[in-house]
């Protein structure tokens, strides 16, 4: 892992302002003891350097914030439908509160917004460090965070310039997954309806669909979408418009996927005698449908549990263990048509 910046410590203001410790500690707490000259040269070199105090100083003076933050930038309607980043929230937060920490979350509407809340929280010292997901083509997170010298961890990833830890999900392995059960069951006009092309792990999701479906891709064979049902809806539409429709049809949520069923029973096809569907995350949406959907079925809850614990070990400088990485699974239900 790449190293972190080194923070100006309270004896580097004193030493560089010719003052001890002691009189810069009073001038940045407010505390009497030092002329009101000496608190504003202070609270100028204070301000210029990015001065915040370490975190096992912060922690015995009992003014840590004990709390981490998670910043997302989706659309609120879409994110109050998919239940994959809740679940996440809930396993973070049962390693958090374990050790006595609080989840700060906000939602943005765009990546500047999401960039000028990290500053503000890197300033105000709210967190101990940061969450950060759905990494983007050329995301200026990741160099963000270490002008900020904030610990944070990617939740997903790889990070292609690998400037911050992540905890990975091989987004290749479940397209595949679930080419290769639609191929095995005889489907041969297969079609791909996406998130967003900027996300990186749609554009790994997407290679990866495009590569193991090669001889069998549908026209057109992938449409993005912004997560929206009203997008999935749309794309299903197209595609059962085009002069041979697709026979399969990989969604990348659960969301996407209900809004493709209903496309299709509008148009009249049957799933899945006349077309099979599957998503690329499960959820209580997916068994509850008629038909159940058939799904990689991969646990958030865990996966936000082994975020939380990168994040805390990161902000302690407590060492790595081996661990294994969670693999996908397809669950088979009755979306799919079988030989």
């Not at 554009?203 to 009203?230: I, N």
């Not at 794309?235 to 418009?241: G, K, P, Y």
Request: hydrophobic content about 40%.
């Amino acid at each position: 892992m790449p190293p972190r910046r080194t923070r100006p410590t309270l004896k580097d203001l004193a030493a560089r302002l010719g003052i001890s410790e002691s009189a810069a500690s009073f001038a940045l707490n407010g505390r009497p003891g030092v002329s009101e000259q000496t608190r504003k040269r202070v609270l100028a070199l204070a301000a210029e350097l990015q001065w915040a105090p370490h975190h096992a100083a912060r922690t015995l003076s009992g003014s840590t914030s004990m709390t981490v933050g998670f910043v997302l930038t989706r659309d609120v309607r879409e994110f109050g439908m998919e239940s994959f980043y809740l679940r996440l929230m809930s396993g973070a937060q049962s390693v958090l509160s374990a050790r006595g920490y609080g989840l700060l979350f906000q939602m943005t509407h765009s990546v500047d917004e999401e960039l000028a809340v990290l500053r503000r929280w890197s300033e105000e010292r709210r967190v101990e460090g940061v969450i950060i997901s759905d990494l983007r083509r050329g995301d200026p997170r990741p160099a963000h965070l270490r002008e900020l010298g904030l610990p944070a961890v990617l939740a997903g990833g790889p990070d292609p310039k690998k400037l911050l830890p992540c905890v990975t999900i091989d987004d290749g392995a479940v397209t595949r997954l679930l080419v290769e059960h639609l191929r095995e069951n005889g489907h041969r006009r297969l079609a791909y309806v996406s998130g967003p092309a900027n996300l990186l792990h749609v554009h790994r999701r997407v290679a990866a669909f495009r590569q193991a479906a090669e001889g069998a891709l549908a026209e057109p064979g992938v449409l993005g979408t912004d997560y929206t049902d009203e997008q999935g809806l749309a794309a299903t539409q197209r595609l059962l418009e085009a002069p041979e429709p697709p026979d399969a049809v990989i969604f990348d949520n659960e969301v996407l996927a209900v809004a493709g069923l209903r496309a299709m029973r509008a148009a009249g096809r049957s799933v899945p005698a006349d077309i099979s569907v599957v998503s690329c995350e499960d959820s209580a949406i997916c068994m509850a449908l008629q038909p159940s959907l058939t799904a990689v079925q991969r646990d958030p809850t865990v996966f936000g549990e082994a975020v939380a614990q990168k994040l805390l070990r990161l902000v302690h400088d407590e060492p790595e263990p081996a661990t294994e990485a969670q693999r996908p699974a397809i669950v088979i239900r009755e979306s799919t048509r079988r030989r």
